[in-house]
């Protein structure tokens, strides 16, 4: 199955500023997958990334706070716009390759 | 809407008794179904997918349609099986995302 890279694994953030994270898969997969991982709870996504079109995103998230780039089959940014400490989190990727889909290691994000 | 429901949000067994952790799931087609373990301070990583019908680290799922469930099972609990479970529903591999439960934290007393 696939394997991904994200960084960074953890960052402290000043509210108001904005985030990338960067996901590298190791082989081409059609679509990546970004979801959210707040203290205590499970996964929730936050948008579908097929390459060479924009990102769909669930209910409750939106574009302009969560911008997604997918700029060819290995790779993906998520970007978190003008945090709060709402959106201290942790965010992960994911992609399927055939063998069941795999898992970035996560960023933990604290905003403060 | 795809919907997937763990009940418990933590089970407690001694080492040695059998674990059962339990998952149902509402889609009227046919999902694919996994079940994704997290050991502390680790990734995400997957335990087992109904179509493979593997037994990984003892642990084993059956997919019961007329129920809709994927209960994870396993006869005799060790202690580094704590961790979270999480279950979760596919319901076109590949190019749907993964729907998850809300997990399962089992805890295995020595």
């Known amino acids: 199955s696939a394997v991904i890279s994200q960084k960074p694994s953890r960052d402290i953030c000043q509210r108001g500023t904005s985030l990338t994270i960067q996901c590298q898969v190791d082989s081409q997969v059609t679509m990546m997958f970004w979801y959210r991982q707040q203290p205590g709870q499970s996964l929730t996504l936050i948008a579908t990334a097929n390459q060479g079109s924009e990102a769909t995103y669930e209910s409750g998230f939106v574009i302009d706070k969560f911008p997604i780039s997918r700029p060819n089959l290995t790779f993906s940014t998520l970007t978190v716009s003008n945090m709060s400490p709402e959106d201290s989190s942790i965010y992960l990727c994911s992609a399927n390759q055939g063998a069941g889909y795999t898992f970035g290691s996560g960023t933990r994000l604290t905003v403060v | 809407a795809q919907r997937v429901t763990q009940p418990e949000k933590l089970l407690s067994v001694f080492k040695g008794a059998p674990v059962e952790l339990k998952c149902n799931y509402s889609?009227?087609?046919?999902?694919?179904l996994f079940w994704y373990v997290q050991y502390s301070r680790q990734r995400l990583q997957l335990l087992l997918r109904?179509?493979s019908r593997e037994s990984i680290k003892g642990f084993t799922a059956d997919l019961n349609k007329g129920e809709t469930s994927f209960h994870l099972k396993k006869p005799f609990a060790q202690e580094e099986d704590s961790a979270m479970y999480y279950c979760a529903l596919s319901w076109h591999s590949g190019n749907t995302p993964l729907v998850f439960g809300k997990g399962t934290r089992l805890s295995v007393i020595a």
């Open positions: 889609y009227s087609g046919s999902p694919e």
């Open positions: 109904h179509i």
